[in-house]
Nanobody, 124 residues
Framework: QVQLVESGGGLVQAGGSLRLSCAASGRTFSSYAMGWFRQAPGKEREFAAGISASGGTRSYGDSVKGRFTISRDNAKNTVYLQMNSLKPEETAVYYC?????????????????WGQGTQVTVSS
């Protein structure tokens, strides 16, 4: 069982930056691929970024490439999402997820554990 707790959300102006953190419980964090998803009101949950268990492979959704960076610190059981040049349409709840497979996955179905989410609001 893995518990995930996101933090770092908040209100930011368009063009600003935020860094989200996701702290994981358990001693097997380094064996999990991790991902960030987001869900805006009335929309489906979408993939934002993912990272393999080792951190050697990363992937991003098309809309965030070049602006978001996912990273992980296995010693701290934490995964991060640095978000730059934020846009109002990126207002959403951002979720951290863990996959028991080591390989990076981009599909929601590939993840086994989810956090409660953190709200990100981008004002225009």
């Amino acid at each position: 069982q893995v518990q995930l707790v996101e933090s770092g959300g908040g209100l930011v102006q368009a063009g600003g930056s935020l860094r989200l953190s996701c702290a994981a419980s358990g001693r097997t964090f380094s064996s999990y691929a991790m991902g960030w998803f987001r869900q805006a009101p009335g929309k489906e949950r979408e993939f934002a970024a993912g990272i393999s268990a080792s951190g050697g492979t990363r992937s991003y959704g098309d809309s965030v490439k070049g602006r978001f960076t996912i990273s992980r610190d296995n010693a701290k059981n934490t995964v991060y999402l640095q978000m730059n040049s934020l846009k109002p349409e990126e207002t959403a709840v951002y979720y951290c997820a863990a996959s028991t497979g080591r390989a990076l996955v981009t599909s929601i179905r590939g993840y086994d554990y989810w956090g409660q989410g953190t709200q990100v609001t981008v004002s225009s």
